[in-house]
């Protein structure tokens, strides 16, 4: 078996013990910190991290629960004077925005769960510098250096295509080509 095969298998069942320290340190970074390499190298891999200039992990910690907004003063029924708030992102989008936001000469090339405790959500994300000779010449990464401007904004990552709903092709699904296209009637 390669190394990557054991990885996998060893990630399947993290070591509490050794995950509960790593996460009580976490708890006390920034909210976006720039690491030196992956802590799921398989995983890190298989997303297309490689390790070369111009490719950085950032590790991303975002607060786990509802979203709340304020509560309207007057002038509406009490059916509607509610203070939670549904986002229609899920939390691996929304650390990938944070991320991009951080390191703005950067694009998001993927991201992947790291851990979870009763507060946080643990996520790493692959960054890219396009401007770099090195990204320009790869063969996989070199189309971020022609069109991959701001594709965390438009929803174009693994994360945001599942968010919006992309991952299924039928003629029943009202998210196609772009909710905006479809009068909002898909989220």
Same mark, same amino acid.
């Given at each position: ?6 990885l996998?298998k ?7 013990e050794? /995950? ?15 690491v030196?390499?992956?802590?799921? /190298?398989?995983?890190a891999r298989?997303?297309? *991290? %490689? ?5 950085? &992990?950032? =590790?991303?910690?975002?607060?786990r629960?509802?979203? %709340?907004k304020?509560?309207?003063r ?6 509607r004077?509610?203070?939670r ?16 936001k951080k390191f ?5 090339l993927?991201? *992947? ?5 009763? &507060?946080?959500?643990?996520?790493? &994300?692959? /960054? &890219?510098d396009?401007?770099k ?16 401007k701001?594709?965390?904004? =438009? ?5 945001g295509?599942?968010? =919006? ?5 039928t003629?029943e ?6 909710i905006?296209?479809?009068? =909002?009637?898909? %989220?």
């Open positions: 078996m390669a190394i990557a095969k054991y996998r060893a990630w399947k069942k993290p070591d509490k050794v /995950l509960r320290k790593r996460m009580i340190e976490w708890r006390k970074t920034k909210v976006v910190e720039k030196e390499k992956p802590l799921r /190298l398989d995983r298989a997303l297309g *991290y %490689k390790a070369k200039k111009g490719i950085i &992990v950032a =590790r991303v910690k975002i607060k629960g509802g979203r %709340k304020t509560r309207p007057k002038g509406r029924r009490s059916k004077m509610t203070n708030k549904t986002v229609k992102m899920n939390y691996r989008w929304v650390a990938e925005q944070r991320a991009a703005k000469n950067l694009e998001v993927n991201s *992947y769960v790291i851990g979870k405790d009763g &507060v946080s959500y643990f996520y790493e &994300v692959i /960054l &890219v396009p401007s000779p090195e990204i320009k010449k790869d063969k996989e990464l070199g189309f971020l250096s022609k069109k991959g701001k594709r965390v904004s =438009r929803g174009l990552t693994s994360a295509k599942k968010s =919006r709903g992309l991952r299924k092709k003629r699904l009202k998210v196609r080509p772009s905006r296209a479809r009068g =909002r009637r898909g %989220k």
